[in-house]
């Protein structure tokens, strides 16, 4: 199979791209793209258990805690024990706000790889993505 012809290939190519773009914008303010996602994730889901953040974003466990103690160290996020269920973690915005610029820049970032496309093709793009990942998601030989 030639790479030009290789999902795999274009699609973590073009991943690659967007996180780098992205870097780039958040490195003056301090942050990854790996830790805007997470500090985005828990301003919009705010008392999130750590294991709800690693599925939904799909990381391992290992790693989001190393970037949940950074986002701590920060003072970006809180980790305190659920008062259910003291083995488990939850996860709340921390006494420092996230920089406000930080979702603009994603915004930015995104709007530039989208540029071009109508909204009919920015649909269309989501939902195909979405398929994608529902398709790898799903365990194989299950129905659509």
Known sequence: MELNQSLGFAVNHVGRLLGA??????????????????????????????????????????????????????????????????RRKLVRPGPRPAPSTASSDARDVNDQALRGFTSTEQVQLFAFLERLRANLTRPTGSPC
């Open 21 to 86: 773009a992205l870097a780039e914008r958040l490195a003056p303010l301090g942050l990854t793209p790996a830790q805007w996602l997470v500090l985005e994730y828990v301003n919009q889901q705010p008392a999130t258990h750590q294991e709800l953040i690693a599925r939904d974003l799909g990381s391992d466990a290992a790693t989001l805690a190393g970037v949940l103690a950074r986002l701590e160290a920060q003072g970006f996020v809180e980790r305190t024990e659920d008062p259910h269920d003291r």
